[in-house]
């Protein structure tokens, strides 16, 4: 009651507080892999002689501890270097706006694995669907393309790429698997999303035996028999003991090679337009050349 508005003000800002690392809590179906692998070393290594730089974020659990929602990789560095607490921000969040901020805060990240991106995907584009769906002034489907839209913008890919890559959280985990170890391109993956969980099994299964993965081609074919009703054992093994033709006069270079050339925040369209002026000005200085 006789508080000043400055006291106020200091009261709701938010503070960095020194939590215990066994009361945080990872965030509830993280699609992002917390590896010990050369660069969590290399984490833990700056964490030893520096400390943690940037706080992590959490939120309250209704029963005790804290919910991480930004710093997995940071509180198994902290282990790793034998800390007991870390920096840590306390937010108030519904789960909307938690899963927001978890997903922009690691989506720009170097190496991200094809499945780490369909899942984050797929769960800030539910997000922002609840947030933002309102019946009252636009369509359940209106909603859905702003929503797909907006994924892709802060991403800096296009609606439809986000909706491919959604499209791979409908793979079996074997095949998943094989997305991520590149064993299996990301175009073919797409197609063989729409394979029943039963097909894609048995897909498996031949991939073993006949030691091939399918092409764009053959993914295509196989989806279109799935789609037909038409895809027996015989006729996926048929399409899969087909010799490959080599793509000839084809190069695709993918959004996620080229990113670590070009600022975080460029979208695609812009590292395409700087691609062909540099291309432009190499075939000028070649051809130009007194050599020549």
């Not at 700056?46 to 400390?51: D, N, P, T």
């Not at 930004?70 to 840590?88: I, N, Q």
Request: hydrophobic letters at 35%; aromatic letters at 6%.
């Amino acid at each position: 009651l006789f508080s000043t508005q400055a006291s106020r003000d200091e009261a709701q800002r938010e503070k960095v507080q020194e939590i215990p690392l066994d009361e945080l809590h990872p965030f509830a179906h993280h699609p992002f892999k917390v590896l010990d692998d050369d660069r969590m070393k290399d984490t833990a290594d700056s964490i030893r002689e520096y400390g943690v730089l940037v706080p992590a974020i959490a939120r309250p659990r209704p029963d005790g501890g804290y919910e991480l929602i930004a710093g997995h990789r940071r509180k198994r560095g902290c282990e790793l270097a034998g800390l007991k607490t870390m920096p840590v921000i306390v937010r108030e969040l519904d789960d909307d706006a938690a899963i927001i901020i978890m997903i922009d805060s690691n989506i720009q990240r170097e190496n991200i694995l094809p499945s780490e991106r369909a899942f984050a995907y797929q769960m800030k584009l539910e997000a922002l669907k609840h947030q933002g769906l309102r019946t009252d002034l636009t369509s359940t489907q209106v909603a859905q393309k702003l929503s797909a839209k907006r994924v892709g913008d802060e991403a800096g890919v296009s609606k439809d790429q986000v909706r491919r890559f959604i499209r791979l959280t409908n793979l079996i985990p074997a095949l998943l698997d094989m997305v991520d170890s590149k064993k299996i391109a990301f175009n073919p993956a797409v197609e063989l999303s729409y394979l029943t969980q039963e097909e894609q099994g048995k897909l498996v299964d031949t991939m073993e035996s006949e030691q091939a993965t399918p092409s764009l081609s053959q993914a295509q074919r196989l989806k279109k028999f799935s789609q037909e009703g038409k895809l027996t054992e015989e006729s996926m093994l048929a399409i899969m003991s087909e010799e490959k033709k080599p793509e000839i006069g084809k190069v695709t270079l993918g959004t996620d090679t080229l990113r670590k050339y070009f600022p975080t925040n460029w979208t695609p369209k812009q590292m395409e337009d700087q691609i062909l002026k540099l291309l432009n000005n190499w075939y000028q200085r070649t051809h130009n050349s007194p050599e020549r």
